[in-house]
């Protein structure tokens, strides 16, 4: 999608224009000044974009202690298995579930 089709939404999802936004250097500023002079219609879109990009505070590193993360991963082998379970449970009720030895094609 061009950046001239741009909605307020795809502004607040561009990598690019939230690096702008967040980290200006030389390139990405001259980019955004070129294109905001070739399409000033977008202007009142783009700034109320960077006012909401510029007011979200980013934590720079998310920090997971030990405890957590094994939480979290028993958490995910313990919703895996229920799952697992009830898809076996469903087999059987549907009569899905073959027994070792039982032929899939009648004789």
Do not use: C
Request: hydrophobic share 35%.
């Amino acid at each position: 999608m061009k950046y001239e089709d741009y909605t307020i939404d795809n502004f607040l999802m561009d990598d690019f224009f939230i690096h702008w936004v967040k980290y200006p250097n030389e390139n990405n500023r001259h980019f955004w000044e070129k294109w905001l002079g070739q399409h000033p219609e977008k202007r009142e879109i783009v700034m109320q974009a960077v006012m909401i990009i510029s007011s979200v505070h980013y934590q720079s590193k998310t920090v997971m202690d030990d405890r957590r993360y094994v939480e979290a991963f028993e958490n995910i082998l313990k919703a895996d298995n229920e799952s697992d379970l009830k898809k076996q449970k469903r087999r059987v009720s549907e009569g899905l579930l073959i027994s070792p030895g039982e032929e899939l094609l009648p004789e």
